[in-house]
């Protein structure tokens, strides 16, 4: 079946650093879409960037990401943190009919 | 404007109980799906649907029935709750797997 990987599950930054948190996937299915999902305190999971495209970066609000068929990686990145930032993260892969989760990374900015 | 809704926000049920968790979509959309989530698991699906009068059984089905009486409504029914239970919930709508999901509040339930 399809499983999504995140290992980082708690991802600590001072302000202005660069973020960058994994994703790898695995699918039996060669036409995969991943999904970067952000979900802040007290508010509703919603979508940040998706892709199905090698290699090809997708961006969208100062984060982007890059499908690697390669690799089985998605890796969300922004170069530089801020505080707003703080939440938690899930990388989704989607390749029938549902989408599966990774476990997310929550990810902590600082000033 | 996408909207999902659900109801209760917040529910407290006895171990043993029935619970029924509801859940409105206005977007038309086909696809529904209910997730709950958990620390250290991330949001994992428990049952989703492709449209009125269907439901599959996802990720983490069992102790879990759901049902889809029309496009709009998708509710997630627990007929013998136990404290394993307790988490937030979460109602998604979206046109396919492929596509944006939109997600409601979260019903936060907690079984005791």
């Known amino acids: 079946g399809d499983s999504v990987t995140q290992k980082e599950g708690l991802v600590t930054l001072t302000e202005g650093l660069p973020v960058m948190l994994n994703c790898t996937y695995q699918t039996i299915y060669s036409n995969a879409f991943l999904f970067w999902y952000v979900h802040y305190l007290n508010e509703s999971p919603r979508l940040l960037l998706k892709s199905s495209t090698d290699n090809k970066r997708t961006e969208h609000q100062g984060f982007h990401a890059t499908l690697h068929k390669s690799s089985s990686s998605f890796h969300l990145q922004k170069s530089s943190a801020q505080l707003s930032d703080s939440a938690l993260y899930y990388c989704a892969g989607g390749s029938n009919a549902k989408l599966t989760f990774g476990k997310g990374t929550k990810l902590s900015v600082k000033s | 404007e996408a909207a999902v809704t659900q109801s209760p926000r917040n529910k407290v049920a006895v171990t043993g109980g029935k619970v029924t968790l509801s859940c409105n979509q206005t977007n038309n959309h086909n696809n529904m799906y209910w997730y709950r989530q958990d620390t250290g698991h991330g949001l994992r699906l428990i049952h989703y649907?492709?449209?009125?009068?269907?439901?599959e059984k996802g990720d983490i089905p069992d102790g879990y029935k759901a049902s889809r009486p029309s496009q709009e409504n998708f509710s997630l029914i627990l007929e013998l709750a136990t404290p394993s239970q307790t988490s937030v919930y979460f109602c998604a709508s979206g046109w396919s797997a492929y596509a944006e999901q939109f997600f409601g509040p979260g019903t936060r339930l907690t079984v005791l």
């Open positions: 649907s492709y449209g009125a009068g269907s439901t």
